[in-house]
């Protein structure tokens, strides 16, 4: 069960930062005054390693 949340709550994250139109991203991108893509695409690298560590620590985990 704990790994299975871990899961999910790991997956909601990435959702959040990769989302091209998520809240957070629009917030963000018009409070300092940049556009919503270029935002997002500045986040979406960092979201991408994050992700494939979780993943790949799921993977060893969960054998």
Do not use: K
């Not at 909601?12 to 940049?34: I, R, W």
Request: with cysteine; hydrophobic share 55%; glycine share 10%.
């Amino acid at each position: 069960m704990p790994l299975m949340i871990g899961a999910l709550l790991s997956a909601s994250s990435f959702g959040s930062h990769a989302c091209f139109y998520s809240d957070p991203t629009v917030l963000v991108a018009q409070s300092t005054g940049t556009g919503v893509m270029e935002h997002a695409l500045s986040q979406l690298p960092c979201a991408l390693i994050a992700a494939t560590a979780a993943g790949l620590l799921f993977v060893v985990v969960g054998l």
